[in-house]
């Protein structure tokens, strides 16, 4: 079985597997060098494109492939949807259900991380929560107004002007969340909708806090393939 790591759910497949007597092998692109551990063999690097996966399809066999990458993985579900019709092999995505508005929450819903840097004038924003990850700090460069806080897992190579790096992994707390937001007088939060619970507690600090979130839209599924929502739709979908 292999499994295109890099979300808790992931892990927790990639363990149940294991546990089952399954042999499983979890690939990751090599974003993170700080991976948590799991059991089973562990592929590390890209494939080279959908020629390369083809390639490694053909060469190990899997009886079926289960795409656990990250909501916001934009090229990768593209390129394993069309090595595994290549090559026959059975393929799911297993994809957490997104965030959804709730009553109290002020969001601002844009297409992209682009766009969410773009708005940030518009919404007067002063303080900003950055938590869309090291690798799409690039887009806010040009932000001269806001002071950020930026969270993310590994160091950002170039840090922003005005700006304060937070290291750190959820799951994050309710509680926790909600001092940090006052402790940096934030007033915005810059998010993409990775649904879940591990960074979900922010969202709940921002609406007992009254802080407007601007809300990072996912990318689009490639057409026509199948999609669970949770770890135990994965392993009902194995193939037997």
Not at 123 to 149: H, K, M, N, Y
Not at 200 to 210: E, F, I, M, S, T
Request: hydrophobic share 45%; aromatic share 6%; charged share 20%.
């Amino acid at each position: 079985m292999l499994v295109l790591a890099g979300t808790t759910e992931a892990t927790a497949l990639a363990t149940q597997l294991h546990e089952a007597g399954t042999r499983v092998v979890s690939s990751f692109a090599g974003a993170t060098a700080a991976r948590v551990e799991r059991p089973g063999a562990v592929q590390v690097g890209g494939f080279g494109g959908t020629g390369g996966l083809i390639d490694y399809l053909d060469a190990h066999r899997f009886d079926a492939v289960v795409d656990a990458t990250h909501p916001f993985a934009a090229v990768m579900p593209f390129h394993v949807a069309a090595a595994c019709a290549r090559t026959g092999t059975p393929h799911v995505r297993l994809l957490r259900p997104p965030w959804v508005r709730r009553g109290g929450d002020r969001w601002f819903e844009v297409d992209s991380v682009e766009a969410a840097a773009g708005a940030l004038a518009d919404l007067g924003a002063r303080r900003v929560f950055l938590t869309t990850g090291r690798q799409q700090i690039d887009a806010f460069r040009a932000c001269s107004g806001p002071w950020f806080l930026v969270r993310s897992i590994e160091p950002v190579a170039e840090p922003l002007p005005s700006s304060l790096e937070l290291r750190d992994r959820g799951p994050f707390t309710v509680d926790g969340e909600r001092r940090l937001l006052a402790e940096h007088g934030i007033d915005t939060i810059v998010a993409k909708n990775a649904g879940g619970t591990a960074t979900a507690a922010k969202l709940d600090a921002a609406r007992d806090l009254g802080i407007t979130v601007v809300m990072v839209a996912r990318p689009p599924q490639p057409p026509g393939i199948e999609v669970v929502g949770s770890v135990a739709a994965a392993l009902a979908w194995l193939p037997a």
